[in-house]
Protein backbone atom coordinates (compact mmCIF):
# COMPACT_ATOMS: atom_id res chain seq x y z
CA UNK A 1 0.00 0.00 0.00
CA UNK A 2 1.30 3.44 -1.04
CA UNK A 3 0.88 6.35 1.16
CA UNK A 4 1.33 10.60 -0.18
CA UNK A 5 1.01 13.00 2.56
CA UNK A 6 1.62 16.32 1.95
CA UNK A 7 2.06 19.34 3.96
CA UNK A 8 3.10 22.82 4.07
CA UNK A 9 -0.09 24.46 2.85
CA UNK A 10 -1.80 27.10 5.22
CA UNK A 11 -3.11 30.80 5.16
CA UNK A 12 -0.59 33.58 3.30
CA UNK A 13 -1.07 36.93 2.30
CA UNK A 14 -0.95 38.09 -1.78
CA UNK A 15 2.74 37.94 -2.59
CA UNK A 16 3.45 35.50 0.25
CA UNK A 17 5.34 32.33 -0.20
CA UNK A 18 4.61 28.87 0.54
CA UNK A 19 6.53 25.46 0.33
CA UNK A 20 4.20 22.08 0.15
CA UNK A 21 6.02 18.73 0.52
CA UNK A 22 5.02 15.54 -0.17
CA UNK A 23 6.24 12.34 1.19
CA UNK A 24 5.79 8.86 -0.39
CA UNK A 25 5.61 5.47 1.98
CA UNK A 26 4.22 2.02 1.97
CA UNK A 27 5.51 -0.58 -0.71
CA UNK A 28 7.20 2.25 -3.20
CA UNK A 29 10.44 1.91 -4.69
CA UNK A 30 11.63 5.61 -6.13
CA UNK A 31 12.59 3.59 -9.70
CA UNK A 32 8.63 2.19 -10.16
CA UNK A 33 8.27 6.14 -10.45
CA UNK A 34 8.19 7.96 -13.74
CA UNK A 35 6.38 10.88 -12.65
CA UNK A 36 5.90 13.08 -9.60
CA UNK A 37 3.91 16.63 -9.58
CA UNK A 38 1.37 18.49 -8.19
CA UNK A 39 -2.88 19.05 -8.97
CA UNK A 40 -4.69 21.63 -7.42
CA UNK A 41 -8.95 22.15 -7.61
CA UNK A 42 -10.53 25.30 -6.57
CA UNK A 43 -14.02 25.50 -4.92
CA UNK A 44 -16.17 24.89 -7.55
CA UNK A 45 -13.59 24.23 -10.31
CA UNK A 46 -12.19 20.95 -11.98
CA UNK A 47 -8.74 19.81 -11.26
CA UNK A 48 -6.11 20.81 -12.57
CA UNK A 49 -1.99 19.92 -13.32
CA UNK A 50 -0.08 22.58 -11.57
CA UNK A 51 3.50 21.01 -12.41
CA UNK A 52 4.98 17.66 -12.81
CA UNK A 53 8.88 16.39 -13.12
CA UNK A 54 9.55 13.50 -14.72
CA UNK A 55 12.54 10.72 -13.66
CA UNK A 56 14.97 12.10 -16.26
CA UNK A 57 14.48 15.30 -14.89
CA UNK A 58 11.81 16.61 -17.98
CA UNK A 59 9.67 19.64 -16.14
CA UNK A 60 6.07 20.82 -17.03
CA UNK A 61 4.36 24.02 -15.50
CA UNK A 62 1.04 24.90 -16.20
CA UNK A 63 0.73 28.33 -18.05
CA UNK A 64 -0.99 30.56 -15.15
CA UNK A 65 2.32 29.32 -12.87
CA UNK A 66 4.20 32.18 -14.97
CA UNK A 67 7.49 31.51 -13.23
CA UNK A 68 6.44 32.18 -10.00
CA UNK A 69 5.98 28.16 -8.80
CA UNK A 70 8.95 25.49 -8.99
CA UNK A 71 8.66 22.22 -8.94
CA UNK A 72 12.18 19.63 -6.88
CA UNK A 73 12.15 16.29 -6.09
CA UNK A 74 14.53 13.75 -4.00
CA UNK A 75 13.75 10.58 -5.75
CA UNK A 76 15.85 8.87 -2.79
CA UNK A 77 13.64 10.20 -0.25
CA UNK A 78 10.52 9.57 -2.69
CA UNK A 79 9.79 12.90 -1.65
CA UNK A 80 8.49 16.00 -4.40
CA UNK A 81 8.02 19.96 -3.02
CA UNK A 82 6.10 22.86 -5.10
CA UNK A 83 7.90 26.31 -4.32
CA UNK A 84 5.24 28.75 -4.91
CA UNK A 85 6.06 32.11 -4.25
CA UNK A 86 3.85 35.92 -5.36
CA UNK A 87 0.86 33.86 -4.45
CA UNK A 88 -2.41 35.22 -5.57
CA UNK A 89 -5.93 34.63 -4.44
CA UNK A 90 -6.45 32.95 -7.52
CA UNK A 91 -4.07 30.38 -6.25
CA UNK A 92 -6.64 29.53 -3.80
CA UNK A 93 -6.92 25.39 -3.33
CA UNK A 94 -6.42 21.99 -2.14
CA UNK A 95 -3.23 21.10 -3.62
CA UNK A 96 -2.59 17.63 -4.15
CA UNK A 97 0.68 15.30 -5.15
CA UNK A 98 0.78 12.66 -7.10
CA UNK A 99 3.09 9.93 -7.73
CA UNK A 100 2.73 7.72 -11.21
CA UNK A 101 4.36 4.56 -11.93
CA UNK A 102 2.80 2.84 -15.59
CA UNK A 103 -0.38 3.73 -15.55
CA UNK A 104 -0.98 3.72 -12.40
CA UNK A 105 -1.38 7.43 -10.12
CA UNK A 106 -1.19 7.56 -6.21
CA UNK A 107 -2.55 10.28 -4.89
CA UNK A 108 -2.49 12.51 -1.45
CA UNK A 109 -5.53 13.52 0.22
CA UNK A 110 -4.32 17.01 -0.35
CA UNK A 111 -3.12 20.42 1.64
CA UNK A 112 -5.68 23.31 1.71
CA UNK A 113 -3.86 26.80 0.20
CA UNK A 114 -5.23 29.64 0.99
CA UNK A 115 -4.01 33.36 -0.06
CA UNK A 116 -5.88 36.29 1.37
CA UNK A 117 -5.72 39.36 3.58
Known amino acids: QVQLLESGGGLVQPGGSLRLSCDAS??????????RGWYRQAPGKQRELVASISVGGGIYYADFVEGRFAISSDNAKNTVYLQMNSLKPEDTAVYYC?????????WGKGTLVTVST
Open 98 to 106: YFRSGQVDY
Open 26 to 35: GSIFSSWINT
